[in-house]
């Protein structure tokens, strides 16, 4: 068997794009290697089909991580016999990159945003301009890239001159969880749920407005699912202005047991604010996730997500992030008849955006090196 080698910065357990990618391969006929980090706080990773290797990093954030984080990767990339190296974002490229050209071997690139444009960077200029050089020096010499929308696909082929495929970060059509109940979770039952989601729940995404929303809401609950930098300010907000009751934080699950919660939901809301080019851009994964656990979507007004909003019709596009106005889209969403045709809507939109038809344009690829 051709063995692929898969890189990733971060600890494997939440990655759903990363973790398809990998099932794709191996069933395609590859040994797959998945290669990331273990942090203090990772989840055990559940059993795969595919082979896993966490590295632990003495230095788990700033400067020395990343410095750490590159040299590990190289020395551990160098050591593997593979066929196939295949980088996920910037953070991994110049390891996979230096060790693919030594070895000969074709490397594949998929970066999952406008890595040098993420607010992190953008304020922190220096930072920036190690990794746009970077990316300059190695970007434009790829032959085989991959990126997660059109927005950012042209973004790169203007920055670039070569244009990645596009292959859009989408569940599987027949994925199984426990159905789970409210009671189970101590939900209520004569209340709604609304739904905030991700593995990067940070600065500029909505979910401050979300919270300051729920001062103008009754019957309504707003459940906080995941992790991120502003996860501390979100609960300091809450109890501040005596929410305590009407939001309710859970931190990063499982991806089994996180679609059996988002099932639960009345709406999902999915608030990426139009601060820089990369949440400009941006198509959050949890989209996808609401759609196909059957709930009506609340979203801000960005140009790749309005398109997947208004083409299936699954939700509303809010016109702002002022939190008065967030509560009245949502008192209208769920008093509105259009409720129950979003619902269905839904279930014909998750037929046709799903993992098993994205994956085609990966075969395309992957196929040329079996």
């Not at 016999?81 to 030594?102: C, E, Q, S």
């Not at 679609?259 to 604010?273: F, M, N, P, Q, V």
Request: glycine fraction near 4%; hydrophobic fraction near 40%.
């Amino acid at each position: 068997m051709k063995k692929a080698v898969v890189s990733v910065i971060n600890d494997l357990v939440t990655d759903q794009r990363v973790h398809r990618t990998c099932t794709t391969l191996q069933e395609m006929g590859y040994d797959v290697l998945l290669v990331g980090r273990r942090k203090h706080d990772s989840l055990p990773l559940a059993e795969r089909k595919y082979k896993t290797h966490r590295m632990k990093l003495s230095a788990e954030k700033g400067i020395w991580f990343y410095i750490f984080f590159q040299w590990r990767l190289f020395f551990f990339l160098r050591k593997q016999h593979a066929d196939l190296f295949v980088a996920n974002d910037l953070d991994t490229l110049w390891p996979n990159y230096v060790v693919a050209k030594r070895k000969k071997k074709p490397l594949v690139y998929d970066t999952h945003e406008i890595f040098t444009e993420v607010p992190e960077l953008v304020e922190r200029k220096f930072k920036q301009k190690i990794w746009k050089r970077l990316e300059r020096k190695i970007f434009p010499k790829l032959k085989f890239t991959f990126t997660v929308n059109d927005s950012i696909a042209e973004w790169y082929e203007n920055a670039y001159g070569n244009r990645p495929l596009v292959v859009r970060n989408i569940p599987n059509m027949n994925h199984s969880s426990r159905q789970l109940t409210r009671k189970e979770v101590h939900l209520p039952e004569n209340k709604k749920i609304i739904l905030l989601q991700g593995a990067g729940i940070n600065v500029h995404r909505g979910a401050e407005e979300a919270v300051e929303a729920m001062k103008f809401l009754d019957d309504v609950i707003l459940v906080i699912i995941g992790s991120g930098d502003v996860i501390h300010v979100l609960k300091d907000m809450a109890e501040k202005n005596h929410l305590d009751e009407k939001v309710l934080f859970i931190g990063k699950l499982p991806p089994d047991e996180l679609r059996s919660w988002t099932r639960l939901a009345d709406i999902g809301l999915t608030l990426d604010k139009d601060t820089n080019i990369n949440y400009r851009f941006s198509l959050p994964n949890k989209i996808f996730d609401y759609i196909h656990a059957g709930i009506p979507v609340l979203a801000s007004d960005l140009v790749e997500v309005k398109k997947i909003v208004e083409t299936y019709n699954v939700g509303k596009i809010t016109p702002n992030h002022d939190p008065v106005a967030i509560a009245k889209i949502i008192r209208e969403m769920l008093a509105s008849p259009d409720y129950p045709i979003w619902k269905e809507n839904t279930l014909k939109a998750a037929s046709q955006l799903n993992w098993e038809k994205e994956e085609e344009q990966l075969k395309k690829v992957y196929s040329k090196f079996l």
